[in-house]
């Protein structure tokens, strides 16, 4: 059974960082791209990042290049997101998502697995 469940979001203040996990499971991680996207009420869903699991290619949208950085640990079978110089805009709710490609993954999100996602709240 396919799970992704995310962790590592809260409440931080504009400046500052978290990291958040997508913990995989029923699946081996390197035959998936794992892509993070996040909600924000009343904006559409965006693509943050992804991750080409097996030759570790990666995609970052213009809102969070140079602050957003996605890895992989195959061992672990878990991938994460670490944000620095967070924004109040980068509140959302953030969720991890399966694909065969990154455009596949970005051009079709809801095609594959994804998992209930995190709050990220970025308030003074």
């Known amino acids: 059974q396919v799970q992704l469940v995310e962790s590592g979001g809260g409440l931080v203040q504009p400046g500052g960082s978290l990291r958040l996990s997508c913990k995989c499971s029923?699946?081996?991680?390197?035959?998936?791209?794992i892509g993070w996207f996040r909600q924000a009420p009343g904006k559409e869903r965006e693509g943050v990042s992804c991750?080409?699991?097996?030759?570790?290619?990666?995609y970052y949208a213009d809102s969070v290049k140079g602050r957003f950085t996605i890895s992989r640990d195959n061992a672990r079978n878990t991938v994460y997101l670490q944000m620095n110089s967070l924004k109040p805009e980068d509140t959302a709710v953030y969720y991890c998502?399966?694909?065969?490609?990154?455009?596949?993954?970005?051009?079709?999100?809801?095609?594959?697995?994804r998992g209930q996602g995190t709050q990220v709240t970025v308030s003074s």
């Open positions: 998502a399966t694909g065969a490609s990154i455009a596949a993954i970005l051009s079709r999100p809801d095609d594959g697995f």
């Open positions: 029923g699946f081996t991680l390197g035959y998936l791209t």
């Open positions: 991750i080409s699991t097996g030759d570790g290619r990666t």
